[in-house]
C-alpha cells in the first residue's frame, strides 16, 4: 500500500521560471493539504483541497501561487515566476474523508530558486 | 500570539535515557487535536503520536507517550529508553474544529532539535 508519493523529490528553477509539484495520496485519500517548511521553521499551512475543489486557501500566497487537485491525476501545486523567497521544502498530505484531521505526509519536494 | 511554542530549540539525551520535549498551545477551541511529527536529517514528516482534546487518558505509542495537561495547555512528548535513530527534529502540531472553511489544517511549532549521545 504505496504512501503520499511527491515528484520531483528536489526541483532547481532560476528566477522567473515555474515550478510544478506534484502530489499522489494514498490510495482512497479525498482529500489533501499543501505545507511549505522554510529552512529552520516549522511547516505552514498553504492549502486544502478535495477532489475537484479548494476549500481553504487562506494560506497561500494570493500572488503566482496556485493549486489543483483534479479528478484524475495528482494534486498540482504551481508557483509562477519564482523568487529565492520560494526556496523551501513543500509537503503534500492525504486524509480520508472519514478521518480527516488524519494527515499522511509525503517525503516533500525541495525547492531551490537560484 | 503563538498558537504552538516549542521552547527548545535543542535537546541533548544519553542513550537509553527518557527525554521530554516541551509544548505549549494556545487555543479557544473546545475541540481540538494534538500531534507529535519526527523529522530526521533525511527530511520525510513522521506521525508519533495523537491526543484530542477530550481524550480522558494520555496517549501512548510504544517509547512515546504524550504528557497533556489541559489546564496548562501543555502537551509534552516523553521518549522514554532514548535510542541514536531518535536523533532528529521533532515537530508539536494542533488541529483546531474549526479553523477556516471546515479545513483540518495543521498548525506547527517550530521544532526542537534532538540529539542522542552515545
Known amino acids: 500500500n504505496a504512501g503520499v508519493m511527491q515528484n520531483p523529490r528536489h526541483l532547481v528553477r532560476r528566477r522567473g521560471q515555474e515550478a510544478r509539484l506534484r502530489c499522489s495520496p494514498m490510495?482512497?485519500?479525498?482529500?489533501v493539504y499543501w505545507y511549505r517548511q522554510l529552512p529552520e521553521e516549522g511547516l505552514k499551512f498553504m492549502v486544502y483541497?478535495?477532489?475537484?475543489?479548494?476549500?481553504?486557501e487562506s494560506g497561500m500566497p494570493k500572488e503566482r501561487f496556485s493549486a489543483e487537485f483534479p479528478k484524475e491525476g495528482p494534486s498540482i501545486l504551481r508557483i509562477q515566476q519564482v523568487v529565492r523567497g520560494d526556496s523551501a521544502a513543500y509537503f503534500c498530505?492525504?486524509?480520508?474523508?472519514?478521518?480527516?484531521?488524519?494527515?499522511?505526509f509525503g517525503p516533500g519536494t525541495r525547492l531551490t530558486v537560484l | 500570539a503563538q498558537k504552538i511554542t516549542q521552547t527548545q530549540p535543542g535537546m541533548f539525551v544519553q542513550e537509553k535515557e527518557a527525554v521530554t520535549l516541551d509544548c505549549t498551545y494556545d487555543?479557544?477551541?473546545?475541540?481540538?487535536?494534538l500531534f507529535w511529527y519526527k523529522q530526521p536529517s533525511s527530511g520525510e514528516m513522521i506521525f508519533l503520536i495523537y491526543q484530542g482534546s477530550y481524550d480522558q487518558q494520555n496517549a501512548t505509542e510504544g517509547r512515546y507517550s504524550l504528557n497533556f495537561q489541559k489546564a496548562r495547555k501543555s502537551a509534552n512528548l516523553v521518549i522514554s529508553a532514548s535510542q541514536l535513530g531518535d536523533s532528529a527534529m521533532y515537530f508539536c502540531?494542533?488541529?483546531?474544529?474549526?479553523?477556516?472553511?471546515?479545513?483540518?489544517?495543521?498548525?506547527f511549532g517550530k521544532g526542537t532539535k534532538l540529539s542522542v549521545i552515545p
Open positions: 490510495k482512497g485519500h479525498s482529500h
Open positions: 502540531a494542533m488541529r483546531e474544529a474549526y479553523s477556516g472553511a471546515g479545513s483540518y489544517q495543521l498548525t
Open positions: 498530505a492525504s486524509s480520508p474523508a472519514s478521518v480527516p484531521d488524519t494527515q499522511y
Open positions: 483541497l478535495q477532489k475537484e475543489n479548494i476549500i481553504d
Open positions: 487555543t479557544s477551541d473546545p475541540s481540538y487535536g
